[in-house]
């Protein structure tokens, strides 16, 4: 079955600018998460959906950055006046539900701040 | 705090060596962990995920261990090939958040 997609696969977008970044999971898979991966390093957690509400956004880095979910399904992820330290890999993951279940992850969107 | 770390950063090794990669954690209280492999500028894969209440789990030239209670995990590849070159990620669940704390990675390269 297909997995999860993200679009787009690169980004480049000047300082201060608006990106959206988009994630369509695993259908039928109700939890989604972003994480944001630097050079050299692991992912790091950004935020996680269940179903259509945000239930946990502590690692969102700060209002500049925002998600949504409106319909349980394909979320967006929103970065507003973007900063060279944004560029980075948007990574999206699914999972059947919160909890134990193994979480699938995209290709990831690679952002370019110049 | 949860913090993973993953030692060697980096390791290169002959084709057909047995290798071993190491995983540790601070806050032994996790629901699971999770071993993925990254290829360059690509995405996570699975390999393995092991419940807290797991010893190990196997697939195919894959073995990964848990020691829940010295915070340790580790990852060992029988037999390595060049196809086996990427970095490999090791991921816990703490037992009381959905999402994963990621280590930084070894950069496995299997020489031909």
């Known amino acids: 079955g297909a997995g999860v997609s993200q679009t787009p696969s690169n980004k480049v977008t000047e300082k201060g600018k608006y990106v959206e970044l988009r994630c369509d999971p695993i259908?039928?898979?109700?939890?989604l998460y972003w994480y944001r991966q630097s050079l050299g390093q692991g992912p790091e957690f950004l935020i996680y959906?269940?179903?259509?509400?945000?239930?946990?956004d502590s690692g969102l880095p700060n209002d500049r950055f925002f998600a949504v979910r409106p319909e349980g399904s394909v979320s967006t992820l929103k970065i507003q006046r973007t900063e060279r330290g944004d560029s980075a890999v948007y990574l999206c993951?699914?999972?059947?539900?919160?909890?134990?279940?193994?979480?699938?992850f995209g290709p990831g969107t690679r952002l370019t701040v110049t | 705090k949860q913090e993973v770390t993953q030692i060697p950063a980096a390791l290169s090794v002959p084709e057909g060596e047995n290798l071993v990669l190491n995983c540790s954690f601070t806050?032994?209280?996790?629901?699971?962990l999770q071993w993925f492999r990254q290829d360059p500028g690509k995405g996570l894969t699975s390999l393995l995920l092991i419940q807290s209440s797991q010893r190990e789990q196997t697939s195919g030239r894959l073995n990964a261990s848990l020691d829940k209670s010295s915070g340790r995990s580790t990852l060992y590849i029988a037999a390595s090939q060049p196809g086996d070159s990427a970095t490999y990620l090791c991921a816990v669940k703490p037992g009381s958040a959905r999402q994963l704390t990621f280590g930084s990675g070894t950069q496995l390269t299997v020489l031909p």
């Open positions: 259908s039928g898979h109700t939890a």
């Open positions: 806050d032994s209280a996790i629901y699971n």
């Open positions: 959906f269940q179903g259509t509400g945000a239930a946990d």
């Open positions: 993951a699914s999972s059947p539900k919160g909890g134990g279940y193994e979480q699938y």
